[in-house]
């Protein structure tokens, strides 16, 4: 298996810390507000590369985290006259209702910055102690320069960032830092009411970065396999992660880095995110979009490219999902069927070749485009077979099985919606009536009965095996 690491960029082998288990922590959202598509982009993304890791044989320990206090927040909770921890609390529900309903595995664990306080200070105290960190008016810096390659991860030259940082800095801070670039690990308390902890340097909080170093190396250990996240998060998040950790751990931080690309909106596909006023919330579309439609649309674009929101994508996703809704059906149809049997070689053969090749494509850093035409293909094989007289029963149960694997890998289950039996009852006379009709050659009542059924929401098709129906 390879994957494409940021830091080399290069596509390497991946060998994981320890055979067949992979440690992975991904960043997780700032709970102010609802997440919108851009954010589910990243969610979705490992989340996909995590259920692969497990088909594939892994243990995988996965760790996201919630960042429940910064600046948003508690500008957000004055305006909603609450708390911080009131605001995160209604976030954090919000979000794992959303990605509950995008069939999202919940992380092994979930650790929220405010939890982690005493572990914060004391990894700042142990960066004061080794020269890397300085304290001013209660705030405590990170001497960027001081550690070796900083800006090794985003390919940033530090004579640039010098220059940039120095123009955007308030003056108050320009006159406490050491130099520009150095980057806030603690940060002193403004105003009484804003929230804060005591700690050797007064009361504060911690900063954006460090508690990511803290949450990963605490759950995950001082070097683990993967850290993943959105490319706009490379510079300066992860790079402060890199500078920090390895500072104070004296350790590699990470052996692979992943990042997925942008959600893009509109004709210019502009990025999407909330500084820009353009975004849709998770929340809002879940009310007129199938979740599974909006996830599997989300999973069909590997995850370092950009996605290109729009109607059309969706509509897209929707037909290939009722395509492969249809195709689960007809199996079922025909292997509950008490019918002859009949070995077909060429078929096991499609079978046995595309499980090669959607490995293969899975193999390349994720590549869902060249894993997902497998499965389209595999399909269109697999509607022909289906319809013969008789069919190779065993090869059906395994593509059955194939098919419902590989689509839950892109957080996928086609697993038809129950119909109570009082329904099902009534659809079952109304079916027996129409075959009746069509028997007596009766077209008007035939189709009436179509029509009625249809108006329940139910589909039939018929075939040369009888008379099939589904929930449309």
């Known amino acids: 298996m390879k994957v494409f690491n940021t830091l080399t960029r290069e596509k390497e082998e991946f060998k994981p810390l320890e055979a067949k288990k992979v440690s992975m922590y991904v960043c997780g959202p700032t709970v102010y507000n609802y997440i919108h598509i851009g954010n589910a982009r990243s969610v979705i993304a490992f989340d996909t590369i995590r259920r692969y890791f497990e088909y594939r044989g892994y243990e995988v320990k996965y760790i996201s985290n919630f960042t429940d206090v910064d600046d948003k927040m508690i500008n957000e909770a004055r305006k909603e006259k609450i708390t911080v ?16 309903a995008l069939n999202i595995k919940p992380a092994t664990f979930h650790p929220r910055a405010t939890h982690e306080i005493k572990d914060i200070i004391a990894f700042v105290e142990e960066l004061i102690n080794k020269g890397y960190a300085y304290e001013v008016n209660g705030n405590v810096y990170y001497r960027a320069k001081k550690f070796a390659n900083y800006g090794k991860l985003s390919d940033q030259n530090i004579a640039e960032l010098e220059e940039g940082a120095s123009s ?8 406490e830092k050491e130099d520009p670039i150095d980057f806030a690990l603690w940060k002193a308390q403004k105003e009484d009411d804003e929230i804060a902890w005591d700690s050797p340097w007064g009361k504060g909080r911690p900063g954006w970065h460090i508690e990511c170093s803290v949450m990963s190396t605490k759950y995950l250990g001082d070097t683990f396999d993967i850290h993943g996240g959105g490319q706009d998060l490379e510079f300066p998040h992860h790079e402060n992660e890199i500078a920090q950790s390895e500072a104070e751990t004296g350790k590699k931080f990470v052996n692979y880095w992943l990042h997925n690309g942008f959600v893009t909106v509109g004709k210019k596909q502009e990025k999407m995110s909330k500084s820009l006023h353009n975004f849709v919330t998770v929340h809002d579309i879940l009310k007129v979009v199938d979740p599974q439609v909006l996830r599997f649309y989300m999973s069909s674009v590997q995850y370092r490219r950009p996605i290109n929101y729009s109607e059309d994508g969706l509509k897209q996703a929707a037909t290939v999902l009722e395509r492969y809704k249809n195709t689960l059906r007809l199996t079922n149809d025909r292997l509950a069927e008490d019918s002859v049997t009949e070995m077909d070689e060429e078929f096991r053969a499609d079978i046995e070749q595309a499980q090669a090749q959607f490995i293969e494509a899975m193999d390349d850093d994720f590549n869902v485009q060249n894993a997902l035409s497998v499965v389209y293909d595999l399909v269109s094989k697999a509607n022909t077979h289906l319809q013969k007289e008789h069919i190779d ?73 009888g008379t099939r129906w589904h929930r449309a």
């Open 393 to 465: 029963r065993s090869a059906v149960t395994n593509f059955k099985e194939l098919l419902t694997t590989w689509l839950s890998i892109f957080g996928v289950d086609l697993a038809d919606s129950q119909i109570n039996s009082d329904d099902e009852q009534e659809i079952e006379v109304l079916i027996t009536k129409r075959d009746q009709a069509r028997q007596n050659k009766d077209w008007a009542t035939s189709d009436q009965i179509r029509d009625q059924l249809k108006d329940m929401g139910i589909i039939v098709e018929d075939s040369p095996q």
């Open 85 to 100: 921890p009131e605001l995160a609390d209604k976030f954090i529900a919000a979000y794992n209702e959303d990605t509950a």
């Open 168 to 175: 955007h800095i308030d003056s108050k801070e320009q006159e």
